[in-house]
Structure formats: structure tokens, C-alpha cells
């Protein structure tokens, strides 16, 4: 079954540091995902990608964070200056349509800011 | 703003016992529901949905989970648990207007002993 791949798995990075997250959707998706879960507590969504731009964000995405989907295969989030309160696991997820296709999930990106 | 309220945290059950997963929204509109799974050390799955139609629905792996309008609810049931079934339990709702912004209720842990 394809899968949705995320790389890395963790990283650690020092506050105010940029860091890019990388994900690789399911090749035929066309609508992408964030999502990310802070220690102990929901997984929250950050924002929704398709046709090149940004469809949906959430209160959270603010200036310091940014998407882009560089190629044809991978879908990225930027987090320019990183605060310690960015430190969670970050999920990337796919679709190949709207309201009423499954989301897949990756296995997540775990950030670390010290 | 639409939330999600899993009311068991933490569930330890033995094998072949029964379950069933608490979950309450609070929105008032037409909404989609979900049940997803996280096991140890993999990505999110998800269980099985609800869009409209038949109120029971049938998940994956001998799942299933009842919607209850008038109450608001979308609990899980499991008739019988293996110990394959330990895993983080996630409940969520999206309005049904496009794309998936999933609100997420905090997760129930399940650990199911041999």
C-alpha cells in the first residue's frame, strides 16, 4: 500500500533556528496536509495545500511557518524562527480528494528546539 | 468552534474483553466523523467513517462505532479485544464543507494484556 514518507523522523534544532520538514505524499493526491501534536496534548491541524496554495490555515500558522511543494513529489513546512513551543510531532497527510477521501498520515516528524 | 471530548484517557483491558471508546462533538451542523488508530511506533489510521446514512458503522480489524445525532456521540465498539489491538484511539469530526480540517479529540490509550 503507498504510503506517505516523512523525513526526518526527529530533529533538534536551537530556537530561532529555520527548519524544513520534508514529506512525500501519496504520488496521485492532490490535497496535502499538517498537522501537529505537542506532548500530552490533540492533534491539531496547521494547514491544508492543493493546486499550489495554501486552501485553509489554522490560528496557529502564523508568518513563521510556510508551505511549498518545490516538485512534483515533495511537500514541505518551514518554520523560519523556531520558539520552544514549536517542539512536537509534526504529521504530514494526503488525499486524493476533498470532504469525503481518507486522509493518509506519515509516521510524523518529532522537532526538538533547545 | 467545533470540539471533540474523548472521555477515557487511558483503558486497560484483557483479552477478549469487551470495548467501547467514548466520543462526543459539539457542533450543531452537519458534520463527518472519524475514528482514527495509532500503533506503537506507526502513523495514524484510520478505522472507519461516517458521512451519512446507516448510523452503525463498520471499521477495520472487527471495529465499529454508532452515531447518535441527539446525543452528539460517536462511540467505538470492539466486541472482543486482542492484545494486537493496544494502541492510541483518536476521535475527530470535520464540517462537511471540504476540505479535511479534522478536529481531534485528546486520544484514548489502549493496552490490551495477553
Known amino acids: 500500500e503507498p504510503e506517505v514518507t516523512q523525513t526526518p523522523s526527529h530533529q533538534v534544532t536551537q530556537m530561532g533556528q529555520e527548519v524544513i520538514l520534508r514529506c512525500v505524499p501519496i504520488?496521485?493526491?492532490?490535497?496535502f496536509y499538517w498537522y501537529r501534536q505537542i506532548l500530552g496534548q490533540k492533534v491539531e491541524f496547521l494547514v491544508s495545500f492543493y493546486n499550489n496554495e495554501i486552501s485553509e490555515k489554522s490560528e496557529i500558522f502564523d508568518d513563521q511557518f510556510s508551505v511549498e511543494r518545490p516538485d512534483g513529489s515533495n511537500f514541505t513546512l518551514k518554520i523560519r524562527s523556531t520558539k520552544l513551543e514549536d517542539s512536537a510531532m509534526y504529521f504530514c497527510?494526503?488525499?486524493?480528494?476533498?470532504?469525503?477521501?481518507?486522509?493518509?498520515f506519515g509516521n510524523g516528524t518529532r522537532l526538538t528546539v533547545t | 468552534a467545533q470540539s471533540v471530548s474523548q472521555h477515557n484517557h487511558h483503558v486497560i483491558l484483557s483479552e477478549a474483553a469487551s470495548l467501547e471508546l467514548g466520543c462526543n462533538y459539539s457542533?450543531?451542523?452537519?458534520?463527518?466523523l472519524f475514528w482514527y488508530v495509532q500503533y506503537p511506533g506507526q502513523h495514524l489510521q484510520l478505522l472507519l467513517k461516517y458521512f451519512s446514512g446507516d448510523p452503525l458503522v463498520k471499521g477495520i480489524k472487527g471495529f465499529e462505532a454508532e452515531f447518535i445525532k441527539s446525543k452528539f456521540s460517536f462511540n467505538l465498539r470492539k466486541p472482543s479485544v486482542q492484545w494486537s489491538d493496544t494502541a492510541e484511539y483518536f476521535c475527530a469530526v470535520t464540517l462537511n464543507t471540504g476540505f479535511q480540517k479534522l478536529v481531534f479529540g485528546t486520544g484514548t490509550r489502549l493496552l490490551v494484556s495477553p
Open positions: 504520488s496521485n493526491h492532490l490535497y
Open positions: 457542533y450543531g451542523g452537519t458534520v463527518n
Open positions: 497527510a494526503s488525499s486524493d480528494g476533498g470532504t469525503f477521501s481518507p486522509l493518509h
